[in-house]
């Protein structure tokens, strides 16, 4: 676990050579606040492993004042009219848009992502959900049945929650965040947020940008802090009553459990161990480019990465040899570098548990065919990089094929049948998504419906349509997010018949 020491506003704080130490500060009724007991946490740059600010560790009374906050927002911004809130979601849109290089830096600097992915998925796609939902809404519509025969007409109305609470992970830090606020206001709510504490700058910054596009005060809160802390007092608010939430999956079992007697809504997106099935007959280079891509963006953090590679073993000994060669030419390099193709692990801890996962693959007979070396970049000999690993594996039941690295590091093996590779993939706790390479019309059909999965790619990857449903089965997690997906988690349906 990532084990920050505290720091004390009133004390000093520490000069660094050449930096300057961001002071993260709450969002709370439209102004940025000190926590209430002062307490500081750390936040490292991961490309050098040094301390470059600090952010409030806010308690249960933040928490409360955050939530206080939105509850005073609620009845003004439930009753404004949609085509005024998509307005504002819009204009919150165009202004992450006008600081792409502002949020992309803070986001490479801040997690250890790659600068040119930050410019060029990150933070385009945040700014693409405050634009979609600011648009859905005003598509949203309730339905209505006529009872034929009982001289009745049913409506229902899509009335929001009030407040929620709205909890994100460390690895695509302003995407995930804003993926949950955007429909949670769109639908007429107000929002308790918290970031990770491990990446809390770009939803700092994401404050400025609500109120300069006019986000009324109250409507979005952010806290920032602990999960065992801050996050802890949001799920067991008894008046925030639902809590949309993306992370780990233990923790995730954690937030059912307190949230269960409360009976809050929630929608659960949590861990993957995606398979990769790749058949002869698909299109080899098409595959090959997009299997390094899946295996190694965003150094393997992604919910989405594809995993487990399983390749038909007619053409395993050929993929082997050139997905081995396209890996090691990929750059290990500083994150802010344009040329990066692998940047920094997001924390130290992270590090480590990736590493120790190498090594119980080894000591399970798996093959390292290359990477397991930790890089030491010149003048940042600090900062957490690893070069990306590719493991020969002979069976699929080992621990480094079952459980979640969440790091640049896949395994490869072979398969000769279609059910052989159906039962692999399958045999997992996980469910979020796969990846299946094959020309062949009927058996896409066949392993699409039959993989136990939320989200089934054939032939390509990571390709979003913000419309469609987003989430997983199994321990990924319950719900689903996007599109009017979102929308309807986060109202209420309340039917209404009248009788004439
Ligand atoms: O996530 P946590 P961690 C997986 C990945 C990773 C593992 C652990 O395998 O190695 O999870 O990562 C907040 N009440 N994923 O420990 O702890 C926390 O502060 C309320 C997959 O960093 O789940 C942060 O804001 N909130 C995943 C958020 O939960 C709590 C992305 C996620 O942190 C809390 C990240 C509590 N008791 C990790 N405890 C994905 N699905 O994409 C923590 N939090």
New binding site residues.
């Given amino acids: 676990?990532?084990n920050p020491s505290k720091l004390n506003l009133n004390k000093k704080i520490p000069a660094f050579a050449g930096m300057t130490i961001m002071n993260i500060k709450n969002y709370i009724n439209g102004q940025f606040e000190n926590p209430i007991n002062n307490e500081w946490l750390d936040n490292y740059c991961p490309a050098n492993g040094e301390v470059y600010g600090i952010l409030p560790n806010s308690s249960k009374d933040d928490v409360e004042n955050a939530y206080i906050a939105a509850q005073s927002a609620f009845p003004i911004w439930s009753q404004t009219t949609i085509e005024e809130r998509s307005r504002i979601l819009i204009k919150i849109s165009e202004l992450i848009e006008a600081n792409l290089q502002r949020f992309a830096e803070a986001e490479s600097k801040d997690n250890g992502k790659p600068i040119g992915l930050a410019k060029s998925v990150d933070i385009p796609r945040a700014a693409s959900n405050f634009r979609f939902f600011g648009n859905a809404i005003t598509q949203f519509a309730s339905e209505s049945h006529e009872s034929i025969g009982q001289q009745a007409i049913n409506y229902t109305l899509r009335q929001p929650i009030g407040v929620v609470g709205c909890?994100?992970?460390?690895?695509?830090p302003l995407y995930?965040f804003t993926w949950k606020i955007a429909p949670a206001i769109a639908a007429g709510n107000c929002v308790v947020a918290?970031?990770?504490?491990?990446t809390p700058m770009t939803a700092y910054l994401l404050g400025e940008i609500c109120t300069e596009a006019g986000l009324p005060k109250g409507v979005l809160n952010i806290v920032h802090?602990?999960?065992?802390t801050?996050?802890?007092a949001?799920?067991e608010h008894p008046d925030i009553k639902a809590i949309s939430?993306?992370?780990?999956?233990?923790?995730?079992a954690?937030?059912a459990k307190?949230a269960a007697p409360m009976f809050k809504k929630l929608s659960l997106?949590?861990?993957?161990k995606n398979p990769n099935i790749i058949f002869a007959d698909c299109d080899y280079q098409d595959m090959l480019k997009t299997t390094v891509r899946s295996s190694f963006s965003n150094q393997g953090?992604?919910?989405l990465c594809g995993s487990r590679i399983f390749v038909e073993a007619t053409i395993y000994k050929r993929f082997k040899k050139d997905f081995v060669q396209k890996v090691k030419q990929l750059k290990v390099g500083h994150p802010s570098e344009e040329s990066t193709d692998i940047g920094a692990l997001v924390s130290k801890s992270?590090l480590e548990?990736v590493l120790q996962y190498i090594n119980i693959a080894k000591q399970e007979n798996g093959t390292v065919l290359c990477g397991d070396n930790k890089v030491t970049l010149k003048d940042y000999e600090n900062g957490y990089y690893l070069e990306p690993t590719v493991i020969e594996v002979i069976t699929d039941d080992c621990r480094i094929n079952q459980e979640?690295?969440?790091g640049p590091v896949v395994t490869i093996m072979p398969f000769n049948y279609d059910d052989e590779v159906l039962q692999m993939a399958n045999k997992v706790k996980y469910g979020?998504s796969a990846t299946i390479w094959t020309n062949d019309l009927k058996r896409t059909m066949r392993m699409s419906n039959q993989i136990q999965a939320g989200i089934i790619w054939v032939n390509t990857w990571m390709l979003r349509d913000l419309r469609t449903p987003f989430g997983g089965v199994k321990a990924s997690?319950v719900g689903r997010e996007g599109g009017f997906e979102a929308l309807r988690f986060f109202t209420e349906a309340k039917n209404v018949c009248v009788k004439y």
Wanted: net charge negative.
């Fill in positions: 676990m990532w909890i994100s992970p460390w690895n695509l995930l918290k970031p990770s504490e491990v802090g602990l999960g065992t801050t996050g802890q949001i799920v939430f993306t992370g780990g999956t233990a923790t995730g954690h937030i307190v997106e949590l861990g993957g953090q992604i919910c992270h548990k979640e690295v969440f979020l997690g």
